[in-house]
Nanobody
Framework: QVQLVESGGGLVQPGGSLTLSCAASGFPFSSYVMNWYRQAPGKERELVAGVSSRGRSTNYADSVKGRFTISRDNAKKLVYLQMNSLKPEDTAVYYC??????????WGKGTLVTVSS
């Protein structure tokens, strides 16, 4: 059974930091590109960051470049999103996503990040 389970969300003050984790199981993790998406209230889901299957390349939305860092541990089947200098506009549900060239896609259920004073 495919599972992606996010953790680490919560309430943080502007300027603070959080690290999200995503634990994967039930599929060949090291063959998949891993991504973090987010969806703010009333907005469409957007890609935040992605990391290649071996972790050699990453990409980021312009809005988070220089503040967020995505990484993965293939041995532990984990992917992380380190978020620094958080802003109120980063408030959203953050989703872990796994994708592969065959078209297979898997989603987690999301974790809520709220940035507020």
């Amino acid at each position: 059974q495919v599972q992606l389970v996010e953790s680490g969300g919560g309430l943080v003050q502007p300027g603070g930091s959080l690290t999200l984790s995503c634990a994967a199981s039930g599929f060949p993790f090291s063959s998949y590109v891993m991504n973090w998406y987010r969806q703010a209230p009333g907005k469409e889901r957007e890609l935040v960051a992605g990391v290649s299957s071996r972790g050699r390349s990453t990409n980021y939305a312009d809005s988070v470049k220089g503040r967020f860092t995505i990484s993965r541990d293939n041995a532990k089947k984990l992917v992380y999103l380190q978020m620094n200098s958080l802003k109120p506009e980063d408030t959203a549900v953050y989703y872990c996503n796994a994708a592969i060239w065959t078209g297979a896609v898997h989603w987690g259920k999301g974790t809520l990040v709220t940035v507020s004073s």
